[in-house]
């Protein structure tokens, strides 16, 4: 590095406010800091940012990571020892490993390559007698053909569990994803997502019966809250435990967060959209993939990744790829590397590269450049020249 080096451009930033700052600052004087009243108003915002209304009420549920919300879901809907659950190998291992907390078996089905999502059509032939739920992931904020799938699982008796981590906001035929017919759908507010609370998630759903069980287990199978206690009129210090749930709570520190980004979720979206258009203008002519783009009707992109692929034709790999950014200061990122290739999947299932070939193709070429807010147009320029740059010399 020279004296004078522009400094590092992170792969990923959080974009907290003033706002987050004084509503956290709140949160922390008013001497409740584990889940309680900014942990309720988080979760009657997000149903309401979602359109939860008397006519169709959702119930928002927040959980310390999404990788809880959906072990709580997949634990409501009634997963057990020994069932099979439809997944992606395209995705992060929380999307699966939560199937594997509850004894069950992820069923991996291959993506599409035009949309990184499972292949709706290659769903049905791995339907077994023992499949009980599908787990679709919104990749990168696309949404997956929900109509398809839903249609699917209505004809197979299967219950849907949507992985949402990457898609506030994204829609599906207009609607907005976490509103869809699906049985839960959780969002994750992680420090890289497309608005954070630091480590969080959110289980939506219409079922009450289910909610209540997600929110019984979410807190050690306790049938009330700390804060329940704490204001209602039953004695503070009574409580029963009807299961051995799990630690899986929000703190209001956490949730502070969350009410002040939640209401940027929207203008979050707006901006990475312009970068994104502003990125595949400049970028069409380079022997590059372009990311996939909504093609359904009413269909919109969070745009939470920018995920490229370089063509064989480039005279560059992947991996050198990624190194040339480094080294002009630049951090990209990969997403994801297919859980079939990891070693406790690929051992445990007997899995081969060339079992999904989609999935595998896609990543060898897969490499996603930094798209967030806290950007200006200069970052998004300097990353389009960088990688011109070295597209060029490696030509
Ligand atoms: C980040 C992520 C998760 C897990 O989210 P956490 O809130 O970190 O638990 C799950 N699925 C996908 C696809 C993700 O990218």
Same mark, same amino acid.
């Given at each position: 590095?020279?004296?004078?080096?522009?400094?590092?451009?992170?792969?990923?930033? %959080?974009?907290?406010?003033?706002?987050?700052?004084?509503?956290?600052?709140?949160?922390?004087?008013?001497?409740?800091?584990?889940?309680?009243? #900014?942990?309720?108003?988080?979760?009657? /915002?997000?149903? &309401?940012?979602?359109?939860?209304?008397?006519?169709?009420? @959702? &119930?928002?549920?927040?959980?310390?990571?999404?990788?809880?919300?959906?072990?709580?879901? @997949?634990?409501?809907?009634?997963? &057990?020892?020994?069932?099979?659950?439809?997944?992606?190998?395209?995705?992060?291992?929380?999307?699966?490993?939560?199937?594997?907390?509850? $004894?069950?078996?992820?069923?991996?089905?291959?993506?599409?390559?035009?949309?990184?999502?499972?292949?709706?059509?290659?769903?049905?032939?791995?339907? =077994?007698?023992?499949?009980?739920?599908?787990?679709?992931?919104?990749?990168?904020?696309?949404?997956?053909?929900?109509?398809?799938?839903?249609?699917?699982?209505?004809?197979?008796? +299967?219950?849907?569990?949507?992985?949402?981590?990457?898609?506030?906001?994204?829609?599906?035929? $207009?609607?907005?994803?976490?509103?869809?017919?699906?049985?839960?759908?959780?969002? *994750?507010?992680?420090?890289?997502? =497309?608005? =954070?609370?630091?480590?969080? $998630?959110? !289980? !939506?759903?219409? /079922?009450?019966?289910?909610?209540?069980?997600?929110?019984?287990?979410?807190?050690?199978?306790?049938?009330?809250?700390?804060? /329940?206690?704490?204001?209602?009129?039953?004695?503070?210090?009574?409580?029963? !435990?009807?299961?051995?749930?799990?630690?899986?709570?929000?703190?209001?520190?956490?949730?502070?967060?969350?009410?002040?980004? +939640?209401?940027?979720?929207?203008?979050?979206?707006?901006?990475?959209?312009?970068?994104?258009?502003?990125?595949?203008?400049?970028?069409?002519?380079?022997?590059?993939?372009?990311?996939?783009?909504?093609?359904?009707?009413?269909? *919109?992109?969070?745009?939470?990744?920018?995920?490229?692929?370089?063509?064989?034709?480039?005279?560059?790999?992947?991996?050198?790829?990624? &190194?040339?950014?480094?080294?002009?200061?630049?951090?990209?990122? !990969?997403?994801?590397? %297919?859980?079939?290739?990891?070693?406790?999947?690929?051992?445990?299932?007997?899995? #081969?590269?060339?079992?999904?070939?989609?999935?595998?193709?896609?990543?060898?070429?897969?490499?996603?450049?930094?798209?967030?807010?806290?950007?200006? /147009?200069?970052?998004?320029?300097?990353?389009?020249?960088?990688?011109?740059?070295?597209?060029?010399?490696?030509?």
């Amino acid at each position: 590095m020279s004296e004078h080096a522009t400094p590092f451009l992170p792969f990923a930033l %959080p974009d907290i406010g003033e706002e987050e700052i004084a509503e956290v600052v709140d949160a922390l004087r008013s001497g409740w800091v584990t889940t309680g009243p #900014k942990t309720r108003q988080f979760e009657a /915002d997000f149903a &309401q940012y979602l359109g939860s209304s008397e006519a169709d009420p @959702l &119930q928002a549920i927040s959980v310390n990571s999404a990788t809880a919300g959906l072990h709580l879901a @997949l634990e409501a809907i009634g997963i &057990q020892p020994g069932d099979e659950v439809i997944t992606t190998p395209y995705t992060f291992t929380a999307s699966a490993e939560v199937i594997r907390y509850l $004894g069950a078996h992820p069923v991996f089905v291959d993506i599409d390559p035009a949309t990184f999502n499972i292949d709706p059509e290659k769903i049905e032939a791995a339907i =077994t007698p023992r499949t009980r739920a599908i787990i679709p992931v919104h990749f990168a904020g696309l949404a997956c053909d929900m109509t398809r799938i839903l249609q699917l699982a209505r004809q197979h008796g +299967l219950k849907v569990v949507e992985d949402a981590a990457h898609t506030l906001p994204s829609r599906h035929r $207009g609607a907005l994803i976490g509103t869809l017919q699906s049985d839960a759908t959780v969002f *994750s507010f992680y420090a890289t997502k =497309t608005i =954070t609370t630091g480590e969080g $998630g959110m !289980v !939506v759903m219409r /079922d009450k019966a289910l909610a209540q069980r997600c929110r019984t287990m979410r807190l050690h199978g306790i049938n009330r809250d700390a804060f /329940d206690r704490y204001v209602s009129k039953t004695p503070a210090w009574y409580y029963e !435990v009807v299961a051995p749930g799990f630690k899986y709570n929000l703190t209001d520190i956490a949730s502070a967060l969350g009410i002040q980004q +939640l209401k940027k979720a929207d203008r979050f979206q707006q901006r990475r959209q312009q970068m994104a258009e502003r990125y595949n203008a400049a970028l069409a002519d380079l022997p590059l993939i372009l990311p996939p783009k909504a093609t359904i009707a009413g269909d *919109s992109h969070s745009w939470h990744l920018y995920v490229l692929q370089v063509r064989p034709e480039a005279g560059i790999n992947r991996d050198q790829l990624i &190194q040339a950014m480094a080294d002009r200061g630049i951090g990209c990122s !990969v997403h994801f590397i %297919p859980l079939h290739l990891q070693p406790y999947w690929r051992d445990t299932y007997a899995l #081969k590269p060339e079992d999904f070939p989609h999935a595998l193709q896609v990543y060898q070429g897969a490499f996603s450049l930094p798209l967030y807010t806290r950007m200006s /147009d200069a970052d998004v320029e300097r990353v389009i020249a960088a990688l011109r740059d070295i597209l060029r010399s490696a030509a």
